[in-house]
């Protein structure tokens, strides 16, 4: 009896130390895992460079190629930077470069407003196969949504400009500022040539609008041709929109396709007149007010 107590006793004490040594392995793989992270953090924190070295550095991409220009970006920020895609021509040959760039590091995320083309959701799925890549898609916020048309209507964009700009804003920039709290930067395909208000842009811009993250434009300086050529070259899928007179294409109710040599911007809102027309997703107050 004596023995099988004393057995009994001695299994629970192993069996506690056990406890205790297991536990105290747990501490220290939990403690390694928070300084790897720690580690990790700070080193992004030093490697993502600072708003002067960023002035800097803007200066000497002018003279840098597209392909420069993103590897810079990628090399940079890796997956802490994505490229915003509405799918345009611009957009999908960004996305060509940077798959041949790394693959690995290429982050690409769209604006799902709810009222796209369905030719933009096909370009969308065959872009996604072709490249075997996954793209984030940000969707309004419902309530919001909701709430604009029951106030104003499912068409209220025709009305006014003010009811435009707050279809936009719902649509469209709420979501962008939702995506964009998460980057240290974004990608986009402006050209200054597209329109009046982006003929002052730089390739790589401090982006006062979202917290002073990079917002790199590679292609800032390149020609409609220059974009179209790279596309059939490389055999780049493309909107069918396109082939049809769509020279720049957004939501459905807003787009329509332009007669040739028209402004190719022409063909978003042309109810309205003026030339200073966009969506808010490439507004900056504080560059404007600049001017």
């Known amino acids: 009896m004596e ?12 069996d506690v130390e056990e406890f205790r040594f297991s ?34 550095i803007a200066r000497q991409m002018e ?19 994505g490229l ?15 798959i041949k760039i790394n693959k690995e590091k290429t982050r690409i995320f769209t604006l799902d407003t709810g009222r796209l083309n369905q030719e933009t959701y096909d370009l969308m799925d065959t872009i996604r196969k ?7 898609v940000f969707f309004p916020e419902q309530k919001e949504v909701e709430q604009m048309v029951q106030i104003k209507g499912m068409n209220l964009m025709y009305e006014s400009v003010e009811n435009r700009k707050l279809c936009c804003e719902i649509r469209k920039v709420h979501s962008i500022n939702r995506a964009l709290s998460k980057l240290d ?30 917002k790199v434009n590679p292609v800032a300086d390149w020609t409609n041709e220059m974009v179209w050529d790279y596309i059939h070259k490389n055999n780049v899928p493309y909107n069918k929109l396109h082939d049809i007179g769509y020279m720049s294409i957004g939501c459905e109710p ?24 966009e969506c808010g997703l490439h507004w900056d107050d504080n560059k404007q007010s600049k001017k």
């Open 3 to 14: 023995l099988h107590v004393k057995s009994f006793f001695e299994k629970i004490t192993h």
């Open 23 to 56: 536990q105290f392995k747990t501490q220290i793989i939990i403690s390694l895992l928070r300084l790897q992270l720690y580690v990790i953090g700070k080193e992004a924190m030093e490697s993502k460079p600072t708003i002067p070295k960023l002035k800097q």
């Open 63 to 81: 003279n840098k190629s597209a392909r420069e220009v993103l590897r810079w970006a990628v090399d940079t920020y890796g997956l802490r930077i």
């Open 84 to 98: 915003a895609s509405s799918f345009g021509p611009e957009d999908v040959v960004l996305i060509d470069i940077m």
């Open 130 to 136: 072709k490249y075997a890549i996954q793209i984030e």
């Open 185 to 214: 930067g974004w990608i986009t395909g402006l050209r200054r040539e597209q329109a009046i208000t982006r003929t002052h842009i730089q390739k790589v811009e401090i982006d006062s609008s979202h917290d002073n993250i990079v």
């Open 254 to 277: 807003c787009t329509r396709a332009v007669p040739p040599n028209e402004d190719p911007r022409s063909g978003r809102w042309w109810w309205e007149t003026g030339t200073h027309k």
